[in-house]
């Protein structure tokens, strides 16, 4: 996902870049030729769990989350909200956190919204029992993943069928999206879905997609 975004974004040295929900800061340290690198993360223990890496030096670091961006100065010609705005659980608190992003942004700047969801799922089908074992062992730990396989085990015409909780989370079908970016002056520059640009079948069938803005 961090190889497609860096392909689309067209960083130039002198944009200042702001990565929105940084994580471990792995996208900003791919990009240490331009002139700033900014982060967010969502406290502030974590913010300076951060500063205390020796190769993260050279990032600067807040404790903002998505929607209340106040104490990050300065415009910025890139940035990127990967994996984060279905968070807003609702189009009231997504647009709010769209006219917060757009007001850090520089004009002609671009916005990556990542992993933008379609809709809401209960259920999540998998190609094949061992990728779903895989990614339980992954996302939830041994524990889990352990009783997944007894699950599987005991249901064997059931199995393929691996079941989540409903997520609360906001959508917004992709044929939606230019008209939401006209009302905060953006431009939408391209719409990929995240399985062709991943190759992993598993966004697929969550109908995630991802978005390229422009400040016009």
């Known amino acids: 996902m961090i190889r497609s975004i860096l392909d689309r974004l067209d960083f130039e040295r002198r944009h200042r870049v702001l990565d929105i929900g940084c994580g471990d800061g792995s996208l900003l340290c791919q990009i240490a030729f331009v002139s700033s690198r900014v982060g967010t ?9 951060l500063i205390a890496i020796p190769h993260l030096a050279g990032i600067q670091f807040y404790a903002a989350s998505f929607d209340d961006l106040t104490n990050v100065p300065g415009k910025f010609e890139r940035i990127i909200v990967n994996n984060c705005l279905p968070l807003a659980r609702t189009l009231t608190n997504a647009r709010r956190a769209l006219e917060n992003i757009v007001d850090l942004t520089a004009p002609g700047g671009k ?3 990542g992993e933008l969801q379609a809709k809401r799922l209960k259920r999540l089908q998998y190609t094949s029992k061992s990728k779903a074992i ?3 062992y992954r996302q ?3 524990r889990f993943a352990a009783a997944l396989l007894r699950h599987i085990i005991r249901h064997r015409r059931r199995s393929e069928l691996f079941i989540e909780p409903r997520q609360r989370v906001w959508c917004i079908k992709p044929e939606d999206v230019p008209a939401l970016a006209a009302d905060y002056g953006l431009k939408v520059s391209g719409i990929w879905s995240c399985e062709d640009m991943t190759g992993d079948d598993f966004y697929a069938l969550q109908e995630r997609y991802s978005v390229l803005l422009t400040k016009e």
């Open 41 to 49: 993360v969502l406290t502030g223990e974590e913010r300076n769990r």
């Open 140 to 142: 939830h730990g041994l």
């Open 134 to 136: 895989r990614r339980a």
């Open 111 to 113: 916005i990556w919204l």
